[in-house]
Structures are given as structure tokens and as C-alpha cells.
């Protein structure tokens, strides 16, 4: 097939990679160097256009920008094969407060929450929640629209920072699952259980990121756990909207049952990264099955071997980045390594965003794969280059190898 890639990141690049592994031509809007690698570039973020040069088979769309701006809608219209959602659909994830109010009328579990459209509101909800409380934006904020306040001042102060219009909610405890599913609108068919890294330091410390690293094994869920969360959160979401395309839902899996902490209408970055690294033949067809309805009795198959991403992220990350390093090794990685924020400048590939690269590895079990991914970092060094490397501890950390719902 011919199959049209929209986005830039390392997402999208892991997307790219794994079809056109499985034999599909690629093209890619606006891509980046990692993708011009793999197929063809079309520089356009006007993304009918491209589509009316490449004329692909099919679309699959990465980063939620497009789908809150109705890419879907759009394709669709001239009979487009393409796998996401509808504008209307991608509110989930744009609005946190649609997708809040959303959970509640659904029965999905989530934390208790305020919606708040002023500063005065939110900070008379405070006393209703102990500390630490969360507060969040309502709106699109790329992982970074969420504050953890220890207390009053703090909270007081992300009122006024992340405000006016608030989701303020419970604090959840338990470990963190991303959970993602393709579907047709009707049948879904899971993809394996990964986790992200979201804080920029080791131990979880520092303020969120976009994701500083993400691994992916069989065994972060158990299949109780695994229909627990079809079951009380898939099934009752996919009912209620019809939702077509990655539906992602962020989980704290807590001592009553996983709750989502966030819906995402779109597969997660970086853990497409370790997922395409896993995922076996066939994928490229199941994406065309969900695109035109025909996803009853797709099934995925999962390699046995866990993998690991490592992102390298660029100087200032989260904050203020610096652009523009050179960014050296490249050639020579033992590892996959997934572009996300580079650009081909007058010295070669140079930083050009804030996470700039996904190290992709696996190995025999998750130990090794953690050695190999970080045998790949080794290589590669660019100025002002910051990484965790403590990625996928979590993991190694537990010692059934699953995380517990106690009683299961
Ligand atoms: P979100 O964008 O809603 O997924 O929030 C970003 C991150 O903040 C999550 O990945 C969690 O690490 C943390 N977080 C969000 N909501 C909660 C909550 N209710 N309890 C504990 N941590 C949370
Ligand atoms: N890794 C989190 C996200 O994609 O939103």
C-alpha cells in the first residue's frame, strides 16, 4: 500500500518504520529526516494537498493537532481512507473538561473532580480536596498542562499560572499504564500495555514533559487487568462515541480498580516508539481494516522480547530549548533511533526541538533490553543532550512482573 504518515515526531518516524518494514511505500507530511529516510517527503502541513499528490491508500494521522482541526473529516469527505478520529471526537483529548464530564456520564472511573471557568472558582473548590491536589488546563498543552501542588501556595499559585478554565481533581496513588486500542467505531483490538516516563528527572523528579522514555512487556498488565480495563473503561467509551481511530487511555492502576486519568485520541509519544518495535506483520492491514470499518476478528501479534525507548532531549528541555546542535553518531547506533526533534542543517543532522531522538531496543527480557537501548545512547552525543536513565526501573522494580490490583 501506499501509506500517507502525518506528523513530524518520533512517533510518527516508528510508525513509518514498522510499514515500511512489513513492505509499504511511505510518504510522509511534513515528516522529518528520520522519515525521508524511508520514503518520500511531502513538506506540507496542508495535508488534503498532499494527499492529492501521493494519492495513498491509506492515512494514518500521529499528533492530535490535525485531529482537533478536523483532518479526519476532511478525508473522509472525499472517501479517503484514514485512521483517527473526527473533530468532534477528538474533543476527548482537546477539552479536559469535556473529556472529565464525558467519563462521568459514561460510568468510567476517574478521579473526582471541580471544573472551574474562573480563578475565584477554582480556588473556592480547594478545600474540597486534600493534598497534593491536581490541577490542570482545560485545554491542548502538548503534556505540560498539569501541576502537582503540595499546598495552598502552591495550588494557589497554579490556579493563577495554568487558569482561568481548570479541571482540580484528587490526587490518585498507583502506577502509571498507557493503554491504547485501535478501533473501527464498533470492535476494537487492544495493543500491548507500555509506560511512559513523563518527568524530566530519574525517580519521577522535576516538572512533566511529553514523555522522557517509555518501555513495553507483556507482563505490565496481567489479562485480569487487561479485561478490567476493557471492560470498565474500552468498552463503555467506544459505546458512548462510536470513537474511530488510537484511542489512549492514561491509567493509574489504584488499589480500587484502574482509572483514567486522561483520554488521548491518538497513539502516545514516545510509546509508539517500544510498540512498533514489538508489534509483528500485519499491522499496515489492520490499520486499513479500522479505516474502513472491517476491524471485527483483526488480531495483532506481539513479539515475545520487551523493548525500550530512551529520549534524548535537547538543551532548556522542558523549558526554553536551544535548537541547532550538532548532533553526532548517528551512523553507527546499535539501536534504532527515532527522530523527533532534528533537521538536516549545513553540518549534517542538527536539534531541532525538544525531544529530539527515541533510542529504540529490545532484548531477551527487559533487563536486556534496558542495556541495549542505553548501549545505543552511548554513541550519540549532541551539546546540551539530557537524558533519564532510569527508564523502564519501574519494570525491573516489580517483583511479579505485573502491577497489582490487590486480589487479583
Ligand atoms: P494528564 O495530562 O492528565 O495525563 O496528566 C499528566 C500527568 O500528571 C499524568 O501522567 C500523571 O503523572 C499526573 N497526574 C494527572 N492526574 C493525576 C491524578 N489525578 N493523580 C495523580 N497524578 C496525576
Ligand atoms: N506519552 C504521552 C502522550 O503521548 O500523551
Known amino acids: 500500500m501506499k501509506i500517507l504518515v502525518i506528523g513530524s515526531g518520533g512517533r510518527e518516524h516508528a510508525l513509518a518504520w514498522r510499514l515500511s518494514q512489513e513492505g509499504h511505500q511511505i510518504f510522509g507530511a511534513p515528516g522529518n529526516p528520520g522519515i525521508a529516510q524511508l520514503g518520500q517527503i511531502v513538506p506540507t502541513t496542508d495535508y488534503l494537498a498532499a494527499a492529492s499528490v501521493v494519492e495513498p491508500d491509506l492515512t494514518v494521522v500521529g499528533p492530535e493537532v490535525p485531529l482537533v482541526a478536523g483532518v479526519v473529516d476532511q478525508f473522509r469527505a472525499q472517501h479517503r481512507p484514514i485512521v483517527g478520529p473526527t473533530?468532534?471526537?477528538?474533543?476527548?483529548?482537546?477539552?479536559?473538561?469535556?473529556s472529565k464530564e464525558f467519563m462521568q456520564r459514561a460510568g468510567i472511573p476517574t478521579a473526582r473532580f471541580v471544573r472551574a471557568e474562573s480563578s475565584e472558582v477554582a480556588l473556592a473548590a480547594l478545600p474540597q480536596f486534600d493534598y497534593p491536589i491536581v490541577i490542570k488546563a482545560d485545554?491542548?498543552?502538548?503534556?505540560?498542562?498539569?501541576?502537582?501542588?503540595?499546598?495552598?501556595?502552591?495550588?494557589?499559585?497554579?490556579?493563577?499560572?495554568?487558569?482561568p478554565t481548570l479541571v482540580i481533581e484528587e490526587f490518585l496513588v498507583g502506577e502509571e499504564v498507557s493503554f491504547i486500542v485501535l478501533s473501527d467505531g464498533r470492535d476494537v483490538v487492544a495493543l500491548e500495555a507500555s509506560q511512559d516516563h513523563k518527568a524530566v528527572g530519574n525517580g519521577d523528579t522535576g516538572p512533566n514533559t511529553g514523555g522522557m522514555g517509555a518501555?513495553?512487556?507483556?507482563?505490565?498488565?496481567?489479562?485480569?487487568?487487561?479485561?478490567?480495563?476493557?471492560?470498565?473503561?474500552?468498552?463503555?467509551?467506544?459505546?458512548?462515541?462510536?470513537?474511530?481511530?488510537?484511542?489512549?487511555?492514561?491509567?493509574?492502576m489504584t488499589a480500587t480498580g484502574p482509572k483514567v486519568l486522561e483520554f488521548n485520541v491518538r497513539l502516545g509519544d514516545p510509546e509508539t516508539?517500544?510498540?512498533?518495535?514489538?508489534?509483528?506483520?500485519?499491522?499496515?492491514?489492520v490499520l486499513m481494516s479500522a479505516a474502513t470499518g472491517n476491524l471485527r476478528g483483526a488480531t495483532l501479534r506481539w513479539k515475545s522480547d520487551p523493548s525500550v525507548c530512551v529520549v534524548l532531549a535537547a538543551a532548556g528541555y522542558p523549558g526554553q530549548v536551544r535548537s541547532g546542535d550538532v548532533i553526532h553518531g548517528l551512523g553507527n547506533c546499535p539501536a534504532l533511533v527515532f527522530h523527533a526533534g532534528t533537521k538536516l542543517g549545513g553540518q549534517g543532522i542538527e536539534t531541532a526541538g525538544g525531544r529530539v531522538l527515541g533510542v529504540t531496543a529490545s532484548g531477551r527480557d527487559l533487563s536486556a533490553a534496558i542495556t541495549n537501548a542505553y548501549a545505543g545512547v552511548s554513541g550519540i552525543h549532541f551539546d546540551?543532550?539530557?537524558?533519564?536513565?532510569?527508564?523502564?526501573?519501574?519494570g525491573l522494580r516489580r517483583w511479579t512482573g505485573t502491577i497489582g490490583v490487590p486480589g487479583t
Open 215 to 252: 518501555y513495553c512487556d507483556g507482563r505490565i498488565l496481567s489479562a485480569y487487568e487487561t479485561q478490567l480495563v476493557m471492560d470498565t473503561v474500552i468498552q463503555p467509551a467506544i459505546a458512548a462515541t462510536g470513537f474511530t481511530g488510537f484511542l489512549y487511555a492514561g491509567l493509574m
Open 384 to 394: 546540551g543532550m539530557h537524558y533519564r536513565t532510569d527508564i523502564g526501573a519501574k
Open 87 to 98: 473533530q468532534e471526537m477528538a474533543q476527548l483529548e482537546a477539552s479536559k473538561i469535556h
Open 139 to 163: 485545554g491542548l498543552a502538548a503534556g505540560k498542562g498539569v501541576i502537582i501542588a503540595q499546598d495552598r501556595a502552591e495550588a494557589e499559585s497554579a490556579v493563577y499560572s495554568l487558569g
Open 273 to 285: 516508539q517500544p510498540l512498533m518495535h514489538r508489534v509483528e506483520g500485519g499491522f499496515g492491514e
